[in-house]
């Protein structure tokens, strides 16, 4: 069972008439590309045919559909953003060129790895990394992030790092999408830091029609995984704020997911260790799977 549909930001979702109508593909079985994704040999519980939506962007979804499928689960695609180029890559290709001038480059997500790699001048600089899942990608294109020792990785752990402490004078650029959050740059300016940032691909809110995807939930979908606040809003946006999505179990990636998870209205939350595909399937085994905690009801 495979699902597929697309948002981030409630500012970013369109309110005009959906353009695409995926329903004919809607609920189709989709062979995946010979070797394509990380998820299928992580093997780690027996999920009983949980049916599992994921939101993440195709390109991003089909490590984490393997592992759910190998784990016996359903994996429902339903990608709510669109990741594309800027509409004028030039204005930040310059600035990726000139990236020898910058004492410490910060890449926000996967998404500005890909986007950004194959133009950024990397010499003596210090290289970061938010996100697990940054770091091994940028280590595939043999560049080594520091990593803060036993830390969550995400822009306040980083943050918290002795490795960004003194900053006076520093240059640093933040590598990123459009519209991301400001507290990585606006902290380091206030220690000293000069900051630029490089936003090299943008997100968008696709126009879909979900309405097949609400006729089939109750029978389907069993949970739902986000890994943005942009992607909840998104969700919500797309589904009209259905009172059977806020009824759906959701596992986010932070606190701070959880908190605006709570205040959109979702009612049962669990909290992940990360976003990797090992750290979501072990949330998803703890709550429904062969190995769930023992203080935790089913749905």
Partial sequence: MLLLLAPESRRACSTREPTRFFNDFIMTRLPLPPGEGRGEGIQQCNL?????????????ALPLYEAIKSNSGKPVLFPTVEITSPPDPALY?????NAANYDDLIFISPNAVTYAIADIAITR??????????ANILQQYHVQPL????????????LASPLLGDMQGRRVLIIRGNGGRALLGDTLIKRGALVDYAEVYQRRCPDIDASLL???WPQEIDAVIVTSNAIIDNLLH???NNPVVLKTPLVVISQRMLKHAQERGFQQIQVAAGAAEPELLDTLCHRWGDNRDADVVQK
Wanted: charged letters at 15%; hydrophobic letters at 35%; one cysteine or more.
């Fill in 214 to 216: 609400l006729q089939k």
């Fill in 48 to 60: 009983h045919g949980l049916g599992v939506l994921i939101t993440r962007p195709p390109h991003q």
């Fill in 238 to 240: 797309l589904c009209h």
């Fill in 93 to 97: 290709k310059q600035q990726l060129e």
């Fill in 125 to 134: 600089q210090r290289i970061f990394a938010i996100g697990g899942t940054t």
């Fill in 147 to 158: 990593l803060p020792t036993g830390a969550k990785a995400d822009s306040e752990s980083l």
